[in-house]
T-cell receptor, first 115, second 117 residues
């Protein structure tokens, strides 16, 4: 089955700096990679995603890059703000084409933005 | 508004009791999931269901039970056999098929805190 490794487990940055979270996956058949943000005591929410036929995607201060050859993808947050402080999860989805899929999460990164 | 509703938000269980966590979705999603999250830990899959009246065990199903009598509902029972039930429980839902490959991906509820007293 798929295995997703996420690093680092904790990350502290100064407000205004950039933050980068990296994930690697093992199954080359994985073809969709969402990122989730979880604030304290709440459920994770999708913040950005990327499909396997795309190398990079941006949404304002957030970007995700995908390197299929190396089987890793990264979340980039620029100009960090205190409200970016949360736990971030990456995930890999392997769609079998038969209507079912496998969903595997990374273990999460706790991001702290220091004012 | 479409979404997933979990209840209760906070629940206290005495030793030896069974408790049931509710999860309802109005997103017309076929698949529903239950995850457990311990402090500072990732998400661990308890059970999932892709169709009414059918469900499969996840990675940590022991001590838990589920039912899927309606498409909208996927309640989780934490039984007395679960020796360490104190955790944050998340319910989620998603479409099946290629819908998962778009932004219409897995949605989570707000979670339920279960504490054993």
């Amino acid at each position: 089955g798929e295995n997703v490794e996420q690093h680092p487990s904790t990350l502290s940055v100064q407000e205004g700096d950039s933050a980068v979270i990296k994930c690697t996956y093992s199954d080359s058949a994985s073809n969709y990679f969402p990122w989730y943000k979880q604030e304290l005591g709440k459920g994770p929410q999708l913040i950005i995603d990327i499909r396997s036929n795309v190398g990079e995607k941006k949404d304002q201060r957030i970007a995700v890059t995908l390197n299929k050859t190396a089987k890793h993808f990264s979340l980039h947050i620029t100009e960090t703000q205190p409200e970016d402080s949360a736990v971030y999860f990456c995930a890999a989805i392997t769609y079998s084409g038969a209507g079912s899929y496998q969903l595997t999460f990374g273990k999460g990164t706790k991001l702290s933005v220091i004012p | 508004d479409g979404g997933i509703t979990q209840s209760p938000k906070y629940l206290f269980r005495k030793e030896g009791q069974n408790v049931t966590l509710s999860c309802e979705q109005n997103l017309n999603h076929d698949a529903m999931y239950w995850y457990r999250q311990d402090p500072g830990q990732g998400l661990r899959l308890i059970y999932y269901s892709q169709i009414v009246n059918d469900f499969q065990k996840g990675d940590i199903a022991e001590g838990y039970s589920v039912s899927r009598e309606k498409k909208e509902s996927f309640p989780l029972t934490v039984t007395s056999a679960q020796k360490n039930p104190t955790a944050f429980y998340l319910c989620a839902s998603s479409p099946l098929g290629q819908g998962i490959l778009s932004g219409n991906t897995i949605y989570f509820g707000e979670g339920s805190w279960l504490t054993v007293v």
